[in-house]
């Protein structure tokens, strides 16, 4: 049982692991429509060899995948349509939108693989009830039973109302394949050959007006994304700082009896996700603007939805009307627990230019507030002080809206500053090699990381837990000099230098060097 010291320190440090952990089932309507549910989005330029001039876009959706979730798995939604938004002036409207559509679809004509059943005089050819059949790898798809392809779509400018380009594949219906999840060892043999079945679905794309290719890859991944989730949404049920001293003592080195970093707090190491990743020549998304763009992904799906009382495969409902945008994102986790659940619908159907409706649940977080009401007690008999004093007091809280919402000057801002909330990435800043990359980013002395735009090593659960507890406000290192941005004082917050941590550790290691970065699915049935 958890002590009161420990909802003390709890209290001190919530306000952002809450906040800022993952976009997993982050509002109540997506929690019904798992399959255009976006829990992560990264934009970052590209660190693989020889791929400099070009940035790499990650949007990850359908959370919580079990690797063993079959018989049917992880297909995408054939009605929705997702997308992936560039801002290239920062005026928060779409310059560049890149539109997934899918279709899925059975053998033998959407019947499905028939086996002979019965006797010789009284057999019947009947449909197999699984998606694969037998073996599969690559250039062998002699045994798969269903298949999921999508086309890609590039609009220029505002995404309504407009069609778009269609960028084909090279194949002869122009469409992409996703491969099939990675349903375990006995079908695809082991991890090396699932990755060779996948890698063979990664395509070139042409982009009009740009002599550089672009790429693209759909398929599942091991989710990339790292948090002590079962925990922090217990009411942040840890220490989530270790160390020797107090806080306030001076020398930051954080909480006594806190958390351990170890793998085993990541309560998403044993799940999948599936991925849309792009990789773009910097040349052809920058425009005419400062080399810093902005990008988040979306998800819609048509406003009409009515079932088909008799379904068939691919059959189970007629869908009509406008495109109704149901999810979005950008920094993780904004949704959960910045925004008030009353508005978390509304959020998820928003676009960034209209963000200053949501000004002040960034200026003024109210999380801080509740956990004060939640552990007042304890604060009081522990410390003798209240939570007020320990939390950032800088009220507008000018440093969150310059991270999150308009940018850090000289960093990643753009060249118009139209607060709204979205990743941004300078792409005038070189990417750092993955051995030499920072998991925490800019705090970490690594321009190329977060919060210029997000790396799938970026540990952003610790980072995000220091700026919404005023970092800050206390000297940064940049260009590898003390520096203080001028956005609050150091007084303003009294804990702004704690290496806050939620315990479970990330950094670039963790992951592939090449695109798409995310590694190898888990097998469901391993070996």
Known sequence: MKTTTTALYL??????????????????????????????????????????????????YIPLQDPQGGPNYFALDPTAVYSIHIDQDGDAVEDLTFQFRFSQSLVNGNQGVKLPIGPAGQQKMIAVPLKNVGGIGAGNNSALNFAERYELRLVNGPQAGNAGTVLPS???????????DYVGDKTFGNASAYQAYANQYQYEVTLPNCT???????????DPFV??????????????????????????????????????????????????????????????????????????????????????????????????QVSRLSNPLVNELVIGVAD?????????????????????????????????????????????????????????????????????????????????????????????????????????????????????VDIALRVMMGALCHDIPVNGKATNLGLCKPSDAAVGNVPFTDGAPLNASMLDSSFPYLRTPLAGSPN
């Open 227 to 324: 948090v002590n989730l079962g925990e922090t949404f217990d009411l942040v049920n840890y220490v989530p700082v270790e160390g020797d001293s107090a806080p306030g003592a001076g020398d930051a080195a954080g909480f006594p009896g806190g958390i351990t970093q170890q793998s085993a707090n990541d309560d998403l190491r044993g799940k999948n996700v599936t991925t849309l990743a792009l990789e773009l020549p910097k040349t052809c998304i920058t425009g005419s603007g400062n080399g810093v763009i902005g990008a988040w992904t979306t998800a819609s799906l048509p406003q009409a939805r009515l079932l088909n009382p008799k379904p068939g495969f691919d059959n189970t409902e007629k869908n009509g009307g406008a495109l109704v």
């Open 11 to 60: 209290t001190i440090v919530t306000c952002s692991s809450l906040v800022w952990a993952s976009s997993h089932r982050e509002a109540p309507n997506i929690t019904r429509l798992p399959t255009v549910d976006s829990t992560d989005f990264y934009l970052f330029n590209s660190y693989e060899a020889g791929r400099n001039d070009y940035v790499t876009v990650l949007a990850n």
């Open 344 to 460: 978390k619908d509304k959020f998820s159907a928003s676009a960034p230019k209209d963000d200053t409706q949501f000004a002040d649940y960034v200026t003024h977080p109210s999380l801080p507030a509740l956990l004060n009401i939640l552990f007042r007690d304890a604060v009081n008999s522990t410390l003798g002080t209240s939570i007020a004093d320990l939390a950032p007091t800088n009220f507008p809280r000018n440093d969150l809206v310059t991270a999150f919402l308009t940018g850090v000057p000289g960093v990643n801002q753009l060249a118009k500053v139209r607060p709204s909330e979205m990743l941004r990435l300078n792409t005038n800043i070189a990417a750092t090699p993955a051995a030499m990359q920072s998991a925490f980013g800019v705090a970490g002395n690594d321009l190329a990381g977060f919060p210029n735009g997000r790396r799938p090593g970026d540990d952003v």
């Open 212 to 222: 550089a290719k672009a790429r693209v890859f759909v398929g599942q991944r091991k």
């Open 170 to 180: 090279g194949e002869a219906d122009g469409l992409y394949t996703k491969p099939y």
